[in-house]
């Protein structure tokens, strides 16, 4: 595109978007901060930008149209805006989960009784130009998590845990339900940023060896 060929400023707002039906709870003052922080390091890791600027919302909320866009670039007094959206949706059940905490056992150590919410995250990526309100760029990527807790008065060291698709490593967030719910919404949603970096990253090496208007 025609940004790439120096670094450029650019402001940064990041939506947690929870306007579907059926949308995962809002993320935390914490969540939302770590996810805004991933952004814009993901960011500037894999473009020749720098986030200048970050753009906040009151709490969470539909994403904004093209010219509220436009308008937040101009008043941050950048050339571009980056805007990120986080949605998702949740689900609970009740289960009965291997007492060892490995899914790979078979529940052979036994089975106590628990809970497993499942997290589906999704995150949209736009690059708007100042001037015009045109999106420059557009991507998108998507992740699971899953968070596995006992029912309450049962304790183990392996509980809770969070699985992710895209990882092996488990992940063992605080006991607190509402921080270990947090800690799976903000897990998720930076794994689906990352590969929706990833895809804008291919889009923009692609524009930029194909010297051809867009």
């Known amino acids: 595109p025609e940004t790439a060929a120096a670094g450029i400023d650019t402001a940064l707002l990041v939506v947690n978007d929870v306007s579907a039906k059926g949308s995962a709870p809002p993320l935390s003052s914490a969540g939302l901060g ?5 952004t814009r390091q993901r960011l500037e890791e894999s473009f020749p930008v720098k986030v200048v600027k970050v753009v906040t919302t009151a709490g969470p ?3 904004p149209g093209l010219l509220p866009l436009q308008q937040v670039a101009r008043e941050q007094g950048v050339e571009y805006l980056v805007v990120a959206v986080f949605s998702g ?3 609970e059940r009740a289960d009965q989960l291997p007492l060892g905490g490995s899914q790979e056992g078979g529940g052979a150590l036994g089975l106590v009784p628990g809970y497993s919410t499942s ?5 949209e990526l736009a690059l708007i130009q100042a001037k015009t309100g045109r999106s420059v760029m557009r991507a998108e990527g998507r992740a699971y998590a899953t968070l596995d807790r006992l029912a309450s008065g049962v ?6 845990v969070i699985r992710r698709s895209g990882r092996m490593a488990r992940i063992f967030p605080p006991r607190d339900k509402d921080q270990a719910h947090d800690v799976l919404r903000s897990l998720a949603g930076d794994e689906a940023l990352e590969q929706a970096v990833y ?3 291919m889009d923009w090496d692609r524009r930029d060896s194909d010297p051809r208007p867009q």
């Open 34 to 38: 770590f996810v805004t922080e991933q």
């Open 155 to 160: 304790t183990s060291n392996v509980y809770p």
């Open 89 to 91: 949706a949740e689900v």
């Open 119 to 123: 997290n589906h995250a999704l995150v």
């Open 199 to 201: 895809h804008m990253r």
């Open 61 to 63: 909320s539909r994403p």
